[in-house]
């Protein structure tokens, strides 16, 4: 019986007769191509691999997996993302000296030799005969390719990749007869390319060009005859050879590379002496793997694009097929990010929100007229970590966020669009007292309203009449209650839809009264977009993030595109912009007013102040800014948030100054054109009327999709909604 090693490992025989046995079949397998009816093949391994004839004379070789890289609107990198971290180059972009390096020590009769090396076979049987073992081998570079491409079709599946590197003589005939076939085919050089390009160099690093960026910092194409030595050194062993771990293995294999070249005259024995005396230089660039990478704060918006991405068949049938192309595909992603936005919004979210605060924040910004989102930031960051998150505050539960926060008074201007485009006037008045029921019955797009639920205002000195301007610029609930009761919900409905407004966690808007108060759950980056509308003359864009996509052969993709249409008419938005510049300049938004350009926005804050808001715009720019507790559990009483302590928290004390600074931030240097208005006369003088301007008969709601008419609205583990706005903040 044989003798085997200690640990129950093959012994020296035993391992170099199994070598002679490959390396006979390496004969065998040419004597089958020469003399296919000898069946010389047959003789050998009959009974142990599949005949020589049946294997497919192609080999399908998977796209390399390449990193995905996402860029800013000028071309900025935000974060590239992989699961092998390659990029593949050409080889006029490789140093020549990794060419020679790589042929000199891995395989150097390759320019001499078709895909097998009998004379290297003859050459590592002899010498594994006179070591007793397997101490040298005989593979040539094309079949060193051949496994690598095996190992590549294998992926991260770990059964797979032990299947493509077993050493068995059924993998030896495949590989063997697909390096004949590639030779063939491609070539010398072609398959040096492909070599260089998918092998493995140690520290994640997959291909020459990402090699020389680990550990250089510095492209192939610039590596010196010492930084190619010591690549070409890795490949043997990534592990035993690191020049990060085993400086001094890693020297040596250099110099034992160096002198190979030299031997074969790749380089001169000077230049050899001289490179070898010379020490390693790392450059180290660590791997940068993932949106959790991403400066500035943008890990979030890198995330967005992600599940844009992935949510589009455009880019594969199956999610699945869409993430691998997302992980590999070689994609080169420009996005809508603007990098002075990005650093506004999350400079000022960070100054006003401290990430450990029992509450967080979050802001969105995008531009009027093209949807193109130019920002997103939070108080807590992108991580796993204590105080961080991967939930996107600012967006969609479908596209990575959480489920919404009620808007409060915020959804007042939508309410007032809505009326406005009804015939209902800004001069229209109500009495608009300090308490009242929900009148009832209300006309929704189904059917009818009707509750017994009351409303309030904050202040008990807030009793109209009221007008529109000034119900806006105090944010009056009961004022907005009397509005959209008389137009009817489907209006406001309506309005919600054509601006993009969607419940966050997916349900349709219920059709209730409380509505007008903003009761139902919406994200930032959804109430951006819909306030933008109005800086544009009443046109809306849905938000898009990217600019364009090409893959790893430069082809351009298509992409998704905002959408953009008229949501209402110039009128009404220009009304609306009058309405919300009072409130900056005289109202409940003082404290978010911008100086030296035109702005307008919204307070908002919600029943037992569990969330707190400021939607604003310019002409070239509209944000929205939350501030809560994303699970909807802290009401924001006796708080301290980034180091102001607050009894009550509200829309204008901490999200409109975090508003105004990263508006200021993000518009710093950049035009300022004037926010185009139409006069509103003062309100007339105030009575005990019930209302003091004309009776409004609405238009007939048109039939539409909606909940069925009921009573309030109610959710397990909530107060009743009864206000749901900021009751005059």
């Given at each position: 019986m044989a003798k085997k090693r200690e640990g129950g490992g093959r012994s020296r025989t035993q391992q170099a007769a199994k070598f002679l046995g490959v390396s006979v079949l390496a004969g065998a397998v040419l004597a089958g191509i020469a003399l296919p009816a000898a069946g010389a093949l047959g003789l050998v391994a009959k009974t142990s691999v599949e005949g020589f004839d049946d294997i497919p004379a192609n080999l399908k070789t998977p796209p390399l997996s390449q990193r995905t890289t996402i860029l800013d609107a000028d071309g900025g990198e935000i974060a590239s993302v992989y699961s092998r971290d390659r990029t593949v180059v050409a080889l006029k972009d490789m140093s020549p000296y990794i060419q020679k390096a790589i042929v000199a020590i891995e395989d150097a009769r390759f320019y001499q030799h078709g895909a097998i090396d009998l004379k290297g076979i003859a050459r590592a049987v002899n010498k594994n005969a006179q070591s007793g073992g397997v101490s040298q081998g005989a593979?040539?570079?094309?079949?060193?390719?051949?496994?690598?491409?095996?190992?590549e079709e294998a992926g991260d599946d770990p059964d797979k990749v032990a299947q493509a590197t077993q050493q068995t003589l059924g993998r030896k005939v495949k590989e063997l007869k697909y390096a004949i076939k590639l030779e063939e085919k491609l070539g010398k050089r072609k398959i040096l390319q492909n070599y260089l390009n998918i092998t493995f160099f140690g520290e994640q690093a997959y291909g020459v060009e990402a090699a020389a960026q680990r550990y250089f910092s510095k492209h192939a194409r610039d590596l010196s005859v010492e930084e190619a030595a010591l690549l070409a050194g890795i490949v043997q062993s990534p592990t035993r050879y690191d020049p990060v771990n085993h400086p001094q293995a890693a020297t040596a294999r250099r110099n034992t590379v160096l002198k190979r070249m030299a031997d074969l005259k790749a380089i001169s024995r000077s230049e050899a002496d001289a490179a070898a005396a010379r020490p390693i230089r790392l450059k180290i660039s660590r791997p940068q793997n993932g949106c959790i990478t991403a400066t500035d704060g943008a890990g979030f918006f890198c995330d967005y694009v992600r599940e844009v991405l992935l949510n589009d068949k455009a880019?594969?049938?199956?999610?699945?097929?869409r993430s691998q192309r997302w992980m590999q595909g070689g994609l080169t992603i420009r996005t809508t990010?603007?990098?002075?936005?990005?650093?506004?919004?999350?400079?000022?979210?960070?100054?006003?929100?401290y990430a450990d605060d029992p509450v967080a924040g979050a802001g969105a910004v995008v531009q009027p007229g093209t949807g193109k989102i130019l920002g997103m930031g939070?108080?807590?960051?992108?991580?796993?970590?204590?105080?961080?998150?991967?939930?996107?505050?600012s967006v969609n539960r479908k596209m990575g966020g959480g489920a919404g926060y009620q808007p409060g008074s915020t959804f007042k201007p939508i309410i007032a669009a809505a009326a406005l485009e009804q015939g209902i006037g800004p001069d229209q008045q109500y009495s608009s007292p300090f308490k009242m029921a929900y009148p009832?019955?209300?006309?929704?797009?189904?059917?009818?309203?009707s509750g017994n639920d009351t409303v309030n205002n904050e202040d008990p000195k807030e009793v109209g009449p009221y007008d529109m301007k000034e119900a806006t610029a105090k944010s009056v609930n009961t004022y907005y209650v009397q509005l959209i009761s008389d137009m009817g919900i489907c209006p406001a409905v309506t309005m919600a839809q054509k601006l993009g407004l969607q419940r966050a966690d997916g349900k349709p808007l219920k059709q209730v009264p409380s509505m007008a108060l903003g009761g139902q759950e919406m994200s930032p980056l959804n109430m951006a977009a819909a306030y933008a509308t109005f800086a544009d003359e009443g046109t809306y864009c849905s938000p898009v993030a990217i600019e364009s996509i090409t893959d790893a052969q430069g082809?351009?993709?298509?992409?998704p595109k905002s959408s953009c249409h008229s949501a209402m008419s110039k009128k009404t938005a220009d009304t609306v912009n009058t309405l919300l510049k009072g409130v900056v300049e005289d109202g409940t938004g003082k404290q978010a007013g911008l100086k030296g350009r035109d702005s307008a926005g919204k307070t908002g804050t919600t029943d037992s102040r569990y969330a707190a808001w400021f939607v604003g715009y310019t002409p070239n720019a509209a944000g929205a800014v939350w501030v809560g507790d994303p699970r909807h559990q802290r009401q924001m009483y006796n708080i301290t948030i980034g180091g102001v302590s607050h009894d009550k928290v509200y829309g204008a004390d901490t999200p409109g100054p975090i508003w105004r600074d990263m508006m200021s931030g993000a518009l710093d240097g950049r035009p300022a054109p004037a926010l185009p208005t139409v006069p509103i006369g003062d309100p007339k003088g105030k009575g005990d009327d019930a209302n003091k301007g004309k009776p409004h008969t609405p238009k007939p709601p048109k039939p539409g999709n909606g909940d069925k008419p009921g009573g309030g609205w109610h959710i397990p583990g909530f107060p009743d909604i009864l206000g749901g706005g900021d009751g005059g903040w």
């Open positions: 593979s040539t570079l094309t079949q060193q390719y051949v496994k690598n491409v095996f190992i880019f594969g049938a199956t999610r699945e097929v990010l603007d990098r002075q936005t990005q650093k506004a919004i999350q400079a000022s979210l960070s100054r006003h929100v939070q108080s807590r960051p992108y991580g796993f970590g204590t105080n961080q998150t991967q939930i996107n505050l009832k019955p209300v006309q929704t797009c189904t059917g009818t309203w082809k351009a993709l298509n992409v």
